[in-house]
Structure formats: C-alpha cells, structure tokens
C-alpha cells in the first residue's frame, strides 16, 4: 500500500527552525518525484517545494533560499528543513507524490495526513 | 511563475442542481492540469487529471474540460456528498494551484 506520513511539526518561535519528515511506504523516494504542499489556517493550497528523482530541487518564492529539501533513500525518507520561520509559515505541511514522477511532473497523488506547524512567539 | 485564477470563490448550490466552476492559467499550460476536492480537516483529494481524465473510484457526474489556459471542472448533478473546497492544480511548469472554490448548500 502507497503511504505517506508527515511527522516533525509544532510550535516554534519567530526566527527558529524544524525539520518535517515524509516517510514512505509502497513506493522509493529515488524514483519519484516528491512535493510538500502547505495550507494556512482557513486558507487555499500552496505548493512549497519538489524534489526530482534525480535529485534537483526547486522552490516557491514564498520560501526561497529559507527551506530545504532533502531526502534519505535508506530510510526512504523526505525532508523539508524550514529555517527563519514566520507568522505566515503557520500552516498545515502535506507530503505528497507526484504521480508522473518524470519531465514536468504531473497531478499530485498521493498525500500525506499533514502536520500542523505554528510559528508564533 | 504561473498563476491559476478559479471563479466563483463561493458556489452556494442545492442537491441536484448543476454547477461549474472555472479555472483560468496566466498563461498556456496545455492540458497539464488537475482538479482536487477537499473537506474540512482531510487532504486534497484528486478527481481528474490532464484536464479531462477522470480518476479511477470518481463519480461519473465529475467531469473536466479545456486547454490551453481556460478549463471547467463540472458536477452534472450535485450529491450531499459534493459540497466541499475544490481547487484546480498546473503542473506545466512546477506546480500552482487555484485559490479555492467552496461549494455551499444553498
């Protein structure tokens, strides 16, 4: 069974840093194309950041050059270390796959359950 | 960057009713585009791919047209189990959604 789970969130203050884990199941991380997609209270979807199975990365404005993207294919595992967090980083965090997993990328599926990050003093 | 406009942000419709919502890319993205449902608490859930695909266990009464840059997600008649936050999704380049459409019971 394909799974997603998100693990990593909570409160944090105003300039600090955590790091979100993805963990998978039913599929590798190597040969997909993984994505973390964010939701703010109330709030539409966001796409934060993706990275390819070859290892490129790319970023929304949003967080350029404050988050970072990784994984760790042993553990088959996903990353997204989030530094100089702010009130409007405050959000639900989803892990999830693309389904085409080459060229472009294609349509987002599955997701992960998300996990709550509140960045607030 | 590519921006994805949905119309109407609110829908405020009753069971049976036919409803459709827009979405509109800055600019060409092909057919690389999907539409999502989601309800309160829970992640998106994908309905249709490359525009017009429908997903496997969707309700025939969902379907998606266009390319290009306009496109239309449409529910032929609505069930109690529709109402909820549908958004569209390009993934020509990267990825960007719409803002949302929430669709109320009138």
């Known amino acids: 069974e394909v799974q997603l789970v998100e693990s990593g969130g909570g409160l944090i203050q105003p300039g600090g840093s955590l790091r979100l884990s993805c963990t998978v199941s039913?599929?590798?991380?190597?040969?997909?194309?993984l994505t973390w997609v964010r939701q703010a209270p109330g709030k539409g979807l966001e796409w934060v950041s993706v990275?390819?199975?070859?290892?490129?990365?790319y970023y929304a404005d949003s967080v350029m050059g404050r988050f970072t993207i990784s994984r760790d294919n042993s553990k088959n595992t996903v990353y997204l270390q989030m530094n100089s967090l702010r009130g409007e980083d405050t959000a639900v965090y989803y892990c999830?796959?693309?389904?085409?997993?080459w060229g472009s990328g294609g349509p987002i599926d599955p997701w992960g359950q998300g996990t709550l990050v509140t960045v607030s003093s | 960057d590519i921006q994805m406009t949905q119309s109407p942000s609110t829908l405020s419709a009753s069971v049976g009713d036919r409803v459709t919502i827009t979405c509109r890319a800055s600019?060409?993205?092909?057919?690389?585009l999907a539409w999502y449902q989601q309800k309160p608490g829970r992640a998106p859930k994908l309905l249709i791919s490359?525009?017009?695909s429908l997903e496997s266990g969707v309700p025939s009464r969902f379907s998606g047209s266009g390319s290009g840059t306009e496109f239309t997600l449409t529910i032929s008649s609505l069930q109690p189990d529709d109402f909820a936050t549908y958004y569209c999704?390009?993934?020509?380049?990267?990825?960007?959604f719409g803002q949302g459409t929430k669709l109320e019971i009138k």
């Open positions: 999704q390009q993934y020509n380049s990267y990825y960007s």
């Open positions: 600019q060409s993205i092909s057919s690389s």
């Open positions: 490359r525009a017009s």
């Open positions: 039913g599929f590798s991380v190597s040969g997909n194309y």
């Open positions: 990275i390819y199975s070859g290892g490129s990365t």
């Open positions: 999830a796959r693309d389904r085409v997993g």
